[in-house]
């Protein structure tokens, strides 16, 4: 049986996620309206050239020879950022969704078994955006996001490798003895400053 701070947990957990699934689902509407805005005036402005009388002149070579290259190019680069914008999305949401649960649990935790549960999410998601990203690391996230962004954090890297190291010191001690209180507090410090990052990158892409 569950007991009465596991429930409230698995609740809270719950509702976390589908407010991020929420969120997730307008951010992409978001995305693809703001690309096919820019699909529209860029259409805008070539239908302009055409209607003009030098465009009239050209109209049937271009349409011929050039019009469906240009056709395909547009499309593709509508699809290529369409797709990369809404991984980058995917990719925010479940770190964000990591560090929250991660938070939680840490804030929580008194014993070292707490701790090592608590980390265990850096390795493997209770609730991934998408199935995918279950058995997904923090670092594998990061990595993914650095290479649809091209932004590299070393802070951040360096947070994550702080992570592994803790979680790899928890191995070896006792579950039932008391996690210390200052790595606990330097630890939520990290989350903490991690979580304002990508919450920050998340806003901006919006």
């Known amino acids: ?121 850096a390795k493997k998601s209770i609730g991934p955006i998408k199935p995918e990203y279950e058995n997904v690391g923090l670092a594998i996230l990061y990595f993914n996001l650095y290479q649809l962004t091209g932004i590299r954090r070393p802070l951040t890297e360096q947070y994550v490798k702080e992570i592994e190291r803790v979680n790899l010191s928890l191995r070896v001690q006792n579950p039932r003895g008391a996690f210390d209180k200052t790595e606990k507090a330097s630890l939520l410090k990290i989350i903490n400053a991690m979580n304002d990052d990508i919450i920050e990158d998340i806003h901006h892409l919006k």
């Open 1 to 121: 049986m569950l007991d009465d701070e596991k429930k409230k947990l698995i609740a809270a957990e719950e509702r976390y996620r589908n407010e991020i699934a929420n969120k997730l689902r307008d951010a992409e509407k978001i995305v693809i309206k703001d690309v096919e805005t820019t699909s529209n005036k860029i259409w805008a402005k070539i239908f302009g050239v055409l209607n003009s009388n030098v465009g009239m002149l050209v109209i049937s070579s271009v349409l011929i020879s050039g019009g469906a290259t240009l056709y395909q190019n547009i499309q593709h680069q509508y699809e290529a950022r369409s797709h990369a914008l809404k991984e980058i999305m995917s990719c925010e949401f479940e770190i964000a969704n990591r560090l929250y649960i991660i938070k939680h649990l840490l804030s929580n935790a008194t014993t070292v078994a707490d701790a090592q549960l608590a980390l265990a999410e």
